[in-house]
């Protein structure tokens, strides 16, 4: 079975620009959470799709929003880019009714 | 707020050295316990310990929960170079399929 994918790998942006990042879960997960990873913060969860609804968001801005697409495939996006929006941007998707979840290799989003 | 304090947050052994790692939580609605291994990518799992299945093991590595105390170990014994990543403990959240993270242990294996 493949893994989790994200797309793009590698990033560079400036500030006050907008990105969008994409994950594609495991076949037959449809559960995919977001999570953000810096030195200083570590992990930390940005928020959870399931059947094209949020079902949970974590403690960040509006600038940060995602969506689920019907194949659970899921994008993120964040507006108004600020320097500290540099950070590791992780996705994992979950089997049904298990709590064990599965990253993907992560987009490395650099603002300038 | 759930709550994942992990320690020591860096550790410095020498191969075949045994090592425990910490995590103390406070989280609303206990489900389960997860230990993740990170090198240079993405985490990879490692174990997941619930109140059904609270010891874990898996080569030389091995997990308990201590439902009482609000913690969990993870020992590796024999270390070897390969072992050298962070190690992370997670929960999720009341209500949230989220994971709340620790910081982290930032294990070194020197030679």
């Known amino acids: 079975k493949a893994g989790v994918t994200q797309t793009p790998r590698y990033l560079i942006k400036t500030r006050g620009q907008q990105v969008t990042l994409s994950c594609s879960p495991i076949?037959?997960?449809?559960?995919v959470s977001w999570y953000q990873q810096t030195p200083g913060q570590g992990l930390q969860f940005l928020f959870e799709?399931?059947?094209?609804?949020?079902?949970n968001k974590g403690n960040f801005p509006g600038r940060f929003s995602g969506r689920q697409f019907s194949n659970s495939r899921s994008e993120m996006n964040v507006s108004t880019l600020e320097l500290g929006d540099s950070a590791l941007y992780l996705c994992?998707?979950?089997?049904?009714?298990?709590?064990?979840?599965?990253f993907g290799p992560g987009t490395r989003l650099t603002v300038l | 707020e759930d709550k994942v304090v992990q320690s020591p947050l860096s550790l410095v052994v020498h191969e075949g050295d045994t090592v425990t790692l910490n995590c103390s939580y406070e989280?609303?609605?206990?489900?389960?316990l997860l230990w993740y291994k990170q090198e240079k990518k993405a985490p990879t799992f490692l174990f997941m310990l619930?109140?059904?299945?609270i010891e874990k093991k898996s080569g030389r590595l091995s997990s308990i929960l201590d439902k009482k105390e609000l913690s969990s170990i993870l020992n590796i014994t024999a270390t070897q170079t390969g072992d050298s990543a962070i190690y992370l403990c997670?929960?999720?959240?009341?209500?949230?399929?989220?994971?709340?993270f620790g910081k982290g242990t930032h294990l070194i294996i020197q030679p």
């Open positions: 994992a998707s979950s089997p049904p009714g298990d709590n064990e979840q599965f």
């Open positions: 076949s037959g997960h449809r559960s």
């Open positions: 799709y399931f059947s094209e609804t949020q079902r």
């Open positions: 989280v609303t609605n206990f489900r389960s």
């Open positions: 619930t109140s059904s299945g």
């Open positions: 997670a929960l999720p959240g009341g209500g949230a399929d989220g994971l709340t």
